[in-house]
């Protein structure tokens, strides 16, 4: 069964770095270990516009985008 890490909406600062906006994966456990890297790199590299949270729907991974820094 795949498992897909989806982020919810590209920023200028994911499509400066080319951020894939989804990535599929066959495990639920990478899945999730996907998912809360490329937000705390979010978090942690852009410009802090915006705060990133992965979030887990269904079998899925959303990183969901919110106002202003973590």
Known sequence: MDH???VEKL???A???QMPQIKT???KENAMRIARAWAQEMNESFCGQHS???VEVDDNYVISVGEGSY
Do not use: Q, S, Y
């Open 15 to 17: 499509r400066r770095k």
């Open 4 to 6: 897909h890490v989806v």
């Open 11 to 13: 920023c200028a600062c």
């Open 52 to 54: 990133f949270t992965a």
């Open 25 to 27: 994966l066959d495990d």
